[in-house]
């Protein structure tokens, strides 16, 4: 079904669904609807979205795949410097999609026309975070959001 804004593509596109966050550098720079107007261009349609600042301990669970790594410390430090937006995203193939719709981790590597090239300054304060595959799309949006926080068909 192509995607048409209706609840009835809403509800069947739940399978479809991954988790991105606005990172703390996009939303101190005024970039957050202009990140979303791009998404939602690129045919993603927004299932729950909310502001937060991440505590230290949280941001160290979100990001515990990457605690041994070099750069931990300071992307830990990063992501609690300011008000973050994570959201849920429906689409067709949508972990797949996102992933190439943000382009590479480091914004010189990323291709044109993708969010990182567009938005974010530098490897780490990249502007936005998506989910790797459909098993981490689950952890990720149960980290963010509760069920019924999120759009579903009753
Ligand atoms: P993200 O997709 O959120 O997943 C892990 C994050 O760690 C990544 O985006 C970057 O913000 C950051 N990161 C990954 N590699 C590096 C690196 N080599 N140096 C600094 N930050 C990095």
New binding site residues.
């Given amino acids: 079904m192509e995607p048409g804004g209706d609840l009835e593509w809403y509800v069947s596109a739940m399978s479809n669904r991954t988790l991105a ?1 606005i ?1 703390p550098d996009a939303v101190a720079r005024g970039l957050t609807g202009k990140i979303l107007a791009h998404l939602e261009g690129e045919g993603f349609h927004v299932a729950a979205i909310r502001m937060l600042r991440l505590r230290e301990s949280e941001a160290g669970e979100f ?1 515990s795949v ?1 605690r041994s ?1 070099p ?1 931990f410390p ?2 830990i430090a990063f992501m609690i410097s300011g008000p973050c937006v994570p959201m849920v995203l429906l689409r067709d193939a949508a972990v797949a999609t996102l992933r190439r719709s943000i382009g590479a ?1 480091d914004p010189r590597e990323a291709d044109a026309g993708t969010v990182r090239r567009l938005f974010a300054e530098s ?2 304060r ?1 502007a936005i ?2 989910s790797d595959s459909d098993e981490n799309a689950v952890r990720e949006e149960r980290f963010f959001f509760a069920e019924a926080d999120v759009l579903r068909g009753q």
């Fill in positions: 966050i990172k990001y990457h790594r750069f300071s992307l981790t490897k780490e990249n975070h998506a």
